[in-house]
């Protein structure tokens, strides 16, 4: 115990790993939902009846997806991890894959599975953050099946339908989990509950098209991908703010891009207004560089918009990871 609090000397405690919880939302159906929700620190989930379990993401240290795991099993009573999906790419999701169990299937989009085939971050984490992710003992470890479009999961009694936004979103490779009978919905990173939305792997305006694809839905809980779980009136409220953000970042966009500004001059210029108080403010930045790729035609350089966010911010980005 000692040595996992010295890791967190002089940060914030309330987003140490033992912070984390598992809350059940309904029987059977679990968020892990992780303080303080910042840069790697995201939340996942479960479903389990009949004797087997649907794991939703895994986290991004061994440390972490260890504990999610354990805090399962003694609540599902060890019910074996049949099936596990990963909303998205990113490794706060998926890094720790490798630590369920060798039978369970893993399911994700495809171009999420390319994603992390080709991710350079699992193999060592750049300086860009602060201080630099150690991830333990994880390795890559891609789905087993992919799909494009939808899936259902039958877990006991329970449907859960995977879906893809249409598009771009996120990333490119996005997965929601809808339990349509219980109305919760695993929204995964198309939402960040009272965070800056990072979309720079995906796209703003797609990012818009998907916040109401989510409120067609009409859930009645939702499970961001970083943040609270949201329900009732909060739910209106945050894909209101998400709306505001994301054309609050194109319109700084349009402005900036018409004098021929680059995405670090444009955020320095820009005003955070009522997005000021929200974490990773950074991402703006991100966000930025984004719009500034679609509106040229060519890839996001991954590499300079992190440096950019980085010298916007004056310092590596905190995580408490
Ligand atoms: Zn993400």
Known sequence: MSTQSQGFAGRDPSAAPDAAQLCELRPGVYAWVQPDGSWWVNNAGAVSGDGETLVIDTCATARRTHRFLTALGDVTGGAPIRWAVNTHQHGDHTYGNSLLPAATVLIGHERMREGLRTDPIIDGCPAFWSPIPDWGRVRRRLPDVTITAAATVHVGERRVDLLHPGGPA??????????????????????????TPLVFMGSVTGALTALDWLAGMAPEVIVPGHGPVLAGGEIDRVLDEHRRYFQFVLSEADRGL????????????????????WADAERLVLNLHRVHADHAGHELDLVAALCDAVTWLGHPMPTSV
């Open 170 to 195: 996120h990333t490119t490779g996005d997965l929601v989990a809808w339990l349509p009978d219980d109305r919760i919905l695993f929204a995964g990173d198309l939402l960040f509950a009272g965070l």
């Open 258 to 277: 018409a004098r021929g500004a680059t995405p670090l001059e444009i955020a320095r210029d820009a005003r955070l207004g009522e997005f000021a108080d």
